[in-house]
């Protein structure tokens, strides 16, 4: 069992920046990609972010230039830099792994507000 344990979120000024963090543990044999998701109350959630073990990313059009995803892969940990946030990117954001079977972590709430 994979167990995702995410960090980072808050609340934080229109223009300011966070850093989310997931470390992912447990029966990991072998990472394909690692991520986040977001879900702003009322909506489906959507795609951010993600990035394959070998440091392939896809960006959502929202995050482009604004957002930066990376990987550790000896910690199996990923990391969301997100700058230049704006009160629409308020939402719970989730890591997910893909081994390729998908693992979700309980969500990060993240806030933009003055």
């Known amino acids: 069992q994979v167990q995702l344990k995410e960090s980072g979120g808050g609340l934080v000024q229109p223009g300011g920046s966070l850093r989310l963090s997931c470390a992912a543990s447990g029966s990991i044999v072998n990472i394909y990609s690692m991520g986040w998701y977001r879900q702003a109350p009322e909506k489906q959630r959507e795609r951010v972010a993600s990035i394959s073990r070998s440091g392939n990313t896809m960006y959502a059009d929202s995050a482009k230039g604004r957002f930066t995803i990376s990987i550790d892969n000896a910690k199996n940990t990923v990391y969301l830099q997100m700058n230049s946030l704006k009160p629409e990117d308020t939402a719970v954001y989730y890591c997910?792994?893909?081994?390729?079977?998908?693992?979700w972590g309980q969500g990060t709430q993240v806030t933009v507000s003055s």
């Open positions: 997910y792994l893909s081994t390729p079977i998908i693992s």
